[in-house]
């Protein structure tokens, strides 16, 4: 029976590499929302200033615009805010990634020694499988030559 005597060091580096994955689809999912968040807010922007050119045609004062232009510049503020915010998540996000590339590197690496153990043992199993049909032929002659 074919032992691989790194194996528990393999299954740690399987449960370490599954961990970093989950760790980078974490700020992977995080910061598709802050890109969801932006485009909510170009979304709303759009309908804000559609809804102004509509009352332009029917009220000729200029509070509504007034009105409109903090609230475009709130929403530009909270877009720049997220949008530094995203920068920080690609830092972090890059850093993960590597994580986790470093991790199934050395995941991959054991799991290769193992493919090459066992290929060893085949090997070696055949060899002595070889030598004892060998010697059952062997002995079988000399049995029947007698």
Known sequence: ???????????????????????????LAIRQGMEGQIE???????????YIDAIKRTS??????????????RIEG??????????????ELESKRSSLVEGKRA?????????????RYDREQSRRERVTMDEVASNYYVLRHR
């Open 1 to 27: 029976m074919f032992i691989f005597r790194l194996q528990s060091v393999l299954e740690v580096r399987e449960r370490l590499a599954r961990l970093r994955q989950k760790e980078f689809s974490d700020v």
């Open 40 to 50: 909510q807010h170009r979304g709303d922007l759009s309908r804000a200033a559609q």
């Open 60 to 73: 000729p004062t200029a509070y509504p615009m007034e009105l409109f232009g903090h609230y475009r510049e």
């Open 78 to 91: 909270e877009i720049a805010l997220v949008s530094e915010q995203m920068r920080e998540q690609d830092q």
């Open 107 to 119: 995941q991959r690496t054991l799991e290769i020694l193992r493919e090459k153990a066992r290929i």
